[in-house]
């Protein structure tokens, strides 16, 4: 590798470790890439000059003289396009190196498991948003996508849906979009956004499970997103763990997500309506302009009973999952995240009881089970970490 190149590569783990941080010092971006201090200072002052970072005020005293702190100039933007795909819906948003949210979020009905032209309903979708912002696309460092399914991120490919002959499903919507595309899992880069900005800050062994549509999962071990063998770990929603009969998407029957999903919920619930069960949920189902996965957990939070039980029932199931995680991984901390997470509260009594029930005591009293506090919005900010942790900031 040239000097040239590495020197470039240094520069960017500063960028990136200021984007984390938010603003950092001289002597911090030191320790934290392990480099001496006149080598930091001469790579920091480059970067200065090209415009990317300023010094910014001074940090608060450690006893000592206050250090001068840099962050991203706000002056001479970058830009990220932030995607975030689930099972039903697609949102698009694009946030700058602040993570300020720049062009607020959109979104698209899309099931890319069922829809034959999802791909280029996405394609369309995204670039008629990037036109839509006025940004030049020389100020956008690229477009980060996460989405369901088996996502191998270093080949760019999902062999879930959006099969595309001869090059790697990344390539393909680079090629269309005129940016550079990275892709990643859904719940991966939702634990990894919880880890560096949620309620997983810190800790090195962290479960986050991500419901949705689906139920998915995501593993910090050792302060490391743990991918597995082919990068497929954390296939939460199929252990068998339902006593349900019914076939789930992966082909396969009593799989976890069959009861635990917000569409299994949808499901149990449009059936104890259409029976005769007294519900908000009988109007809240016939308004078609929005998805009934938002209308029952509406009236979940507005204390509906048919929706309370459900939603109950589900937990419980969720948190008799979440009892053989913790007796297999014994995590610091499990985080409850994703679109499901507005309900959190809601689920976690009916978590814990299980949790009491189903998981040894000694094991048990050392994970705490949280609700995040970014809920939805983990997924495009995550999506726009994956952007930073593999563009080239050029």
């Not at 984390?20 to 002052?45: F, G, H, M, R």
């Not at 200065?48 to 005020?57: A, L, P, S, T």
């Not at 929603?237 to 339902?242: A, R």
């Not at 619930?269 to 009934?292: C, H, I, N, P, Y």
């Amino acid at each position: 590798m040239s000097g040239h190149l590495k020197n470039q590569q240094f520069k960017e783990d500063i960028l990136r470790n200021v984007y984390y941080k938010d603003c950092l010092s001289l002597t911090e971006l030191s320790k934290l890439t392990s480099k001496s201090l006149p080598v930091i200072t001469s790579a920091v002052n480059e970067l200065v000059n090209d415009g990317f970072i300023i010094e910014y005020g001074l940090a608060p005293s450690t006893g000592g003289r206050r250090p001068a702190v840099f962050l991203f100039n706000k002056d001479k933007p970058k830009y990220i396009v932030a995607v975030a795909m689930d099972q039903l819906v697609t949102r698009v948003a694009i946030f700058d190196l602040l993570k300020t949210c720049v062009c607020p979020a959109e979104q698209l009905d899309l099931n890319p498991f069922e829809d034959a032209e999802g791909l280029s309903k996405l394609i369309i979708f995204i670039n008629s948003f990037v036109e839509r912002s006025g940004l030049p696309k020389e100020k956008i460092l690229g477009v980060g996508v996460g989405m369901p399914g088996f996502v191998n991120s270093e080949k760019g490919i999902n062999e879930s849906f959006f099969y595309t002959e001869r090059i790697s499903l990344k390539d393909y919507l680079s090629k269309e979009i005129g940016l550079p595309v990275f892709i990643d899992n859904d719940s991966s880069l939702i634990a990894l956004t919880e880890l560096r900005f949620g309620a997983g800050t810190d800790c090195k062994e962290l479960l986050v499970v991500n419901i949705g549509w689906g139920t998915g999962l995501g593993m910090i071990i050792n302060g490391r997103l743990f991918r597995g063998h082919n990068g497929y770990a954390g296939e939460f929603s199929h252990i068998p763990l339902s006593n349900s009969n019914n076939l789930c998407s992966c082909g396969k029957r009593g799989c976890l997500e069959v009861e635990t999903s917000l569409l299994a919920m949808v499901e149990k619930a449009k059936s104890a309506v259409e029976s005769g069960a007294e519900s908000v949920l009988k109007s809240l189902f016939e308004d078609q302009t929005k998805l009934a996965g938002d209308q029952f957990l509406e009236a979940a939070r507005r204390g509906d009973p048919l929706a309370l039980s459900i939603l109950s029932e589900s937990a419980f199931l969720l948190g008799k999952g979440i009892s053989t995680l913790i007796h297999i991984m014994n995590p610091e901390k499990i985080v409850l995240s994703g679109r499901g997470a507005v309900a959190g509260r809601m689920f976690l009594p009916a978590i814990q009881q299980a949790v009491n029930e189903f998981c040894i005591h000694k094991i048990a009293e050392q994970t705490t089970v949280v609700v995040s506090e970014l809920g939805s919005e983990a997924e495009l900010l995550g999506a726009a970490n994956l952007v930073v942790d593999n563009c080239s900031f050029r």
